[in-house]
């Protein structure tokens, strides 16, 4: 078992009359999937290492609504997002950063028209900044040299405009970057999106998560690194299902900067 990481609650802190520097928002994939887990424990232990001040809702956090606005529920979703708004209003939280692209795209351009403005950041931008700022030293490590290729996820890429702190950040390990061919606003969506994730795809020749994880295989890279759960999951299920789980895995960029300061 690893080591527990104690993290406060806002309302913790606000007992305690602190008031914490963001927020971290885990989501659902983040807080019940057991391999997004070990996305959110790595970015906890990277904001500790970083004396970064923040918090989480705990049980008072909900789902964003994405899923149900996605999959056409617009009602459901705007219960869903009021709910969170007023919890987020009651305790003046200001800045919002998560893990979870599409999370991150709901509250920073969704929330906002229901009553919730909000400065929201994506983990790899928060971690960007503190690394600018020199909070938090990247180093290569045991990554040092290797052979890492990027999959863009449609919400933080082409739904958001940001390809380049992902980059920066794998970059500052040293590593070797290998694009894939359909990368950046060309970028191909490992087929989690728009509610896909939860049903299983139609009819066709290929599973988009195959072809994806075929490109990201071609570029000939020793990781496969990712900067969302949905996509970790559909290219994990690829990698799977090229027999080379063992040899290729598929990583959030916070891990790969917290094992590399072996956190």
Known sequence: MGSLIHIPTW???????????VLFWVGCAGSFDD????ITKAF?????????????????????GDPAKRAGNEFLFQMQA?????????YGVGKIVTTCPHCFNTLKNEYPDLGGQYDVMHHTQFLKELMTSGRLKVEGGHFRGKKITYH????????????????DLLTA??????????????G?????????????????????????????????????????????????DGVKGDQQERTVP??????????????
């Open 152 to 167: 863009d996820p449609c919400y933080l890429g082409r739904a958001n405009g940001e390809y380049q702190a992902p980059r």
């Open 173 to 186: 390990l040293e590593i070797e970057l290998i694009e894939m061919k359909r990368c950046k606003t060309k």
């Open 11 to 21: 309302a913790e802190c606000q007992a305690k009359g602190q008031l914490p520097e």
């Open 35 to 38: 391999r997004a887990k070990k």
């Open 82 to 90: 009021l709910m969170n708004i007023e919890v987020l209003n009651g």
């Open 250 to 263: 598929v990583m959030d960029i916070a891990e790969l900067i917290a094992q590399a300061a072996d956190l």
């Open 188 to 236: 191909l969506c490992c087929g989690a999106g728009g509610a896909q994730m939860f049903k299983e795809p139609e009819k066709g020749d290929k599973d988009i998560n195959m072809e994806r994880t075929e490109e990201a295989l071609d570029t000939g890279s020793e990781i496969i690194a990712t900067g969302c759960p949905f996509c970790n999951t559909m290219m994990t």
């Open 44 to 64: 906890a232990k990277l904001l500790q290492s970083s004396n970064v001040s923040f918090a989480v809702l705990g049980a008072e956090e909900s789902c964003t």
